[in-house]
C-alpha cells in the first residue's frame, strides 16, 4: 500500500469518525460529551491532520529516494 492510500484511508477513516460522532451527540448532549470532545475527539482529530501532512512529507522523500536510486 502506498503513502498516498494510506493517507487516503486515514482520511477516510477521520471522516467516518466524524460523521459518527455527530451520530451519537444528536442523543448524547450534556457535559460528559463536551468534555469527551475536548479530552478524545478534537485531539484525535488535530493529530491526524499532522499525520497526514507527515505522511505527504514522507511521499516526497519516497519518490525522491527512489529517483536517486535509479
Not at 451527540?25 to 475527539?41: G, P, S, V
Amino acid at each position: 500500500m502506498s503513502v498516498h492510500e494510506s493517507r487516503g484511508n486515514l482520511a477516510k477513516a477521520i471522516k467516518e469518525l466524524t460523521l459518527r460522532w455527530t451520530e451519537a451527540r444528536q442523543n448524547w448532549d450534556d457535559a460528559q460529551a463536551l468534555d469527551f470532545e475536548d479530552k478524545f475527539i478534537r485531539e484525535l482529530e488535530a493529530n491526524i491532520r499532522s499525520a497526514g501532512s507527515a505522511m505527504d512529507q514522507i511521499a516526497v522523500l519516497l519518490t525522491q529516494a527512489r529517483r536517486d536510486c535509479e
